[in-house]
């Protein structure tokens, strides 16, 4: 039985407690590799064009990032790395990297199971000519897990002549779910479906979404609390680019497993072009505890259209009558804003990471940003700024000036954002991981117990 803290006590930590989180501000964690920050190359060929997609915790308090490395004129591998908090690990495949020939295909996204196996979808040519996208089941270890699917841990979802995978999830039961835009032939309209294979990689199942325009793009991902898939995507409004929001559950009808598609909400995404070429959904997450949803992406800038610039898309919905919406202008001296994740973190908030550009200094940095429930800028977070950023150092000592970022992990109190960085004199892509941490994320104690 644990001891409640005397009044004294209990009154002198609160006091503690509320001074700390005054002056709480987020920074890079110290205690992971040098300075918060690492990059790992793998260095496959002369271009070496090392990329992270994502970034992932697996046993150990050890993390795995995962992405692909040129391999060749045109060709590609799956490219992991097993990292601890200070160090590569060097059990993990040769010197801590492990990758996988993958020919002229690149890899187009990467899902985590509840067991801690990595699915990988990638895009080849099928035995008709067509195109379909594969998927291969790797163990935690990084090696192929042989009882997936039917060719040896890899299998395909062959919906169409032409297939292109837009997102990748896992559920519950470590079933799949990919978001997939297919056609018979190039000169036909793109039709838009969720597909599921279950937890062997077989029984493919999929159902019609919402129709998606020629430049479309989605994000899916599971949701505890609705008990179903989330969907968001960029659709097409006749000829308005809009945005949707829309679930998928697996029912039994007449006594077949089905895929049921509900609408969840959309909107017009305004002073964007029809076509949708400027805009791009990257990102969905289930808000925990709840049946909500964080939706994120990027858009042209409203007030510079036709420039190129592009400004932050943010969605809270948790319902009709409690959602929120907007458009996250860069701060300066950034112009450009593009998210490519979103999270809640261990109190609740609003987490994006994305890619802050200067166009007039030609730089990229990682950005990570914290909302209020509302979308405002929580201006706690860093010294009265919503936002950090953070470049990356090179061997020569100097700054690397483009970093982009792709994912965003929240691992405890620790706010991981992976992407890749780029070098010049030689030109060097590697794979880039920076761990933030803020005082304030820690438990909250009250009358003596961790709530």
Same mark, same amino acid.
């Given at each position: ?17 509320s ?8 920074? $890079? ?5 040098s ?11 002369t ?7 994502r ?13 692909q ?12 790395t097993?990292?601890?908090?200070? !160090?590569?690990?060097?059990?993990f ?5 492990r ?5 002229l ?22 035995g ?7 998927? *291969? ?5 990084g ?40 056609r ?10 969720v597909a599921? $294979?279950?937890a ?16 479309g793009?989605?994000a ?6 609705r008990?179903?898939?989330? *969907? ?11 945005l ?39 990102a ?5 505890d709840?049946e909500?949803a964080?939706? !994120?992406?990027?858009?042209e800038?409203?007030?510079s ?14 319902? *009709?009558?409690?959602?929120n ?25 609003i ?37 950090i950023t ?13 970093a ?6 929240v691992?405890?109190?620790?706010? $991981? ?12 892509d590697?794979? !880039?991981v !920076?761990?933030?941490?803020t ?13």
């Open positions: 039985m644990r001891r409640l803290l005397t009044p004294f006590f209990a009154t002198a930590l609160l006091m503690l407690s001074l700390s989180l005054a002056v709480a501000q987020v920074s $890079l964690d110290p205690s992971f590799f300075q918060g920050r690492e990059t790992v190359s793998f260095d496959l060929d271009a070496a064009t090392d990329r992270a997609l970034v992932f915790p697996t046993v150990g308090g050890r993390f795995l990032l995962v992405g490395a040129s391999n060749g004129s045109g060709l590609y591998s799956l490219a992991l097993r990292l601890f908090p200070i !160090a590569v690990d060097p059990s495949g040769i010197d801590g990297r990758t996988y020939a993958l020919g295909s690149q890899v187009a996204d990467i899902a985590q199971d509840s067991q801690g196996r990595l699915l990988v979808a990638w895009l080849a040519v099928n008709g000519n067509g195109i379909d996208v594969f998927v *291969v089941r790797l163990n935690a270890d090696s192929r897990d042989a009882s997936f699917g039917t060719d040896k841990g890899v299998t395909s979802f062959g919906l169409d002549a032409i297939d292109e995978l837009l997102s990748l999830a896992t559920g519950p039961n470590d079933e799949v779910y990919a978001l997939v835009r297919s018979p032939n190039t000169g036909s309209a793109w039709t838009t479906r599921a $294979l279950n062997d990689g077989l029984g493919l199942r999929s159902t019609f979404v919402d129709p998606m325009p020629e430049q793009s989605g899916i991902a599971w949701s505890s609390g008990g179903a898939l989330l *969907v968001a995507q960029t659709s097409d409004g006749g000829g308005v680019c809009g949707s929001l829309s679930q998928v559950r697996s029912r039994l009808v007449s006594g077949v497993p089905t895929l049921i598609v509900t609408a969840l909400t959309g909107m017009t995404l305004t002073e964007v072009s029809s076509s949708c070429a400027e805009a791009r959904i990257t969905v997450a289930a808000i925990p709840s909500g964080l939706v !994120a992406g990027h858009r800038d409203p007030a259209p036709g420039s190129g610039r592009q400004h932050g898309l943010l969605l809270r919905w948790a319902g *009709v009558e409690d959602s919406f907007g458009t996250v202008a860069p701060l300066p001296p950034a112009d450009d804003l593009r998210f490519s994740a979103v999270a809640v973190d261990t109190r609740g908030r987490l994006t990471a994305g890619t802050a550009r200067n166009s007039a200094a030609s730089t990229q940095r990682f950005s990570l940003r914290r909302y209020l429930v509302t979308l405002g800028d929580d201006t706690g977070f860093n010294a009265g700024s919503p936002e953070t470049s990356f150092v090179a061997s020569n000592g100097l700054d690397s000036p483009l982009s970022a792709a994912d965003l992990r691992v405890g109190t620790r706010l $991981l954002v992976a992407g890749s960085v780029r070098f010049a004199g030689p030109s060097d590697d794979f !880039a !920076a761990a933030f941490t005082p304030d994320a820690a438990p909250i104690f009250r009358d003596g117990f961790e709530n």
